[in-house]
């Protein structure tokens, strides 16, 4: 039984060593010795992998972890300043 569980922005994965192909391709995945447990870092990818993982427990904390990383972060619209002197100039798809 693989469990998925969440601190600090990082998911928490215990996982038999018979399952473990089903965690491999999880992006930024590293094993911890000490804690024999794999940790996975908080992104929308790895979040979206762990959740299609068959048979997995995952915890309340990993669900919130999942839930606030699916969400795209919204960057503010800032006009690029119009004072700015390039090098060279620069072409029409780089101004857009």
Not at 50 to 77: G, N, Y
């Amino acid at each position: 039984m693989i469990s998925v569980d969440a601190d600090k922005g990082k998911f928490l994965v215990v996982c038999p060593y018979q399952l473990s192909h089903l965690i491999r391709d999880v992006p930024g995945r590293r094993w911890s010795g000490k804690d024999r447990r794999w940790i996975v870092p908080g992104s929308r990818k790895a979040g979206e992998m762990l959740a299609q993982v068959k048979d997995a427990e995952i915890t309340p904390a990993a669900f919130e972890l999942m839930a606030a990383t699916s969400k795209p972060v919204a960057k503010p619209d800032v006009p690029f300043p119009a004072s700015y002197r390039f090098k060279t100039e620069p072409m029409p798809h780089q101004r857009q």
